[in-house]
T-cell receptor, first 116, second 115 residues
Framework: DGGITQSPKYLFRKEGQNVTLSCEQNLNHDAMYWYRQDPGQGLRLIYYSQIVNDFQKGDIAEGYSVSREKKESFPLTVTSAQKNPTAFYLC???????????????FGPGTRLTVL | AQRVTQPEKLLSVFKGAPVELKCNYSYSGSPELFWYVQYSRQRLQLLLRHISRESIKGFTADLNKGETSFHLKKPFAQEEDSAMYYCALSGLRGAGGTSYGKLTFGQGTILTVHP
């Protein structure tokens, strides 16, 4: 199941602190994504990036920030402005974001963030 | 806006029984539909997509544009099918400026197959 990794597996944060979740892929994929998974709500898109140095907000971007300085890496920062950050965060990648639709997305193992 | 609805949070069947996981979508354009599966302690992974018309692990799904549905079916469920299943939709860029190629996921259905 290699190819896309996330670290750490578990993360604890105090209120008011920013925290950065790591996502790395060696699949040579152009597009990368961050989702948040909450019970009963499915996966919700936070941010996505089609190419290096470019990214767009997803459906629930408030309180989050990202960067895409390298093709392989797409870190997500959960800021203190995020009102309810405790969740399971999934990173994914795909070959490209095609005009005609979506390529298969490959998911990492996830990071569980808990705010104390 | 695009939306995916999976009306059942939980679904239980016995081994050998038929199973159908429901998925309805809302989208004004021409969608691509997917089913993703997450087995216990494994990553979320693609099960099948309507455009390829494949049968994976005995599962099939037919896109019904009239009913805006993409239900997942298997005639004889197995215990190893127990997992969380997500239906997902990808749409083309619409007049409202929504971005193409993004996936919108349903809430998920937990399938339990009893021995």
């Amino acid at each position: 199941d290699g190819g896309i990794t996330q670290s750490p597996k578990y993360l604890f944060r105090k209120e008011g602190q920013n925290v950065t979740l790591s996502c790395e892929q060696n699949l040579n994929h152009d597009a990368m994504y961050w989702y948040r998974q909450d019970p009963g709500q499915g996966l919700r898109l936070i941010y996505y990036s089609q190419i290096v140095n470019d990214f767009q907000k997803g459906d629930i971007a408030e309180g989050y920030s990202v960067s895409r300085e390298k093709k392989e890496s797409f870190p997500l920062t959960v800021t203190s402005a995020q009102k309810n950050p405790t969740a399971f965060y999934l990173c994914a990648s795909s070959m490209r974001l095609r005009l005609a639709g979506a390529d298969t997305q490959y998911f990492g193992p996830g990071t569980r963030l808990t705010v104390l | 806006a695009q939306r995916v609805t999976q009306p059942e949070k939980l679904l239980s069947v016995f081994k050998g029984a038929p199973v159908e996981l429901k998925c309805n979508y809302s989208y004004s354009g021409s969608p691509e539909l997917f089913w993703y599966v997450q087995y216990s302690r494994q990553r979320l992974q693609l099960l099948l997509r309507h455009i390829s018309r494949e049968s994976i692990k005995g599962f099939t799904a037919d896109l019904n544009k009239g009913e805006t549905s993409f239900h997942l079916k298997k005639p004889f469920a197995q215990e190893e099918d127990s997992a969380m299943y997500y239906c997902a939709l990808s749409g083309l860029r619409g007049a409202g400026g929504t971005s193409y190629g993004k996936l919108t996921f349903g809430q998920g259905t937990i399938l339990t197959v009893h021995p």
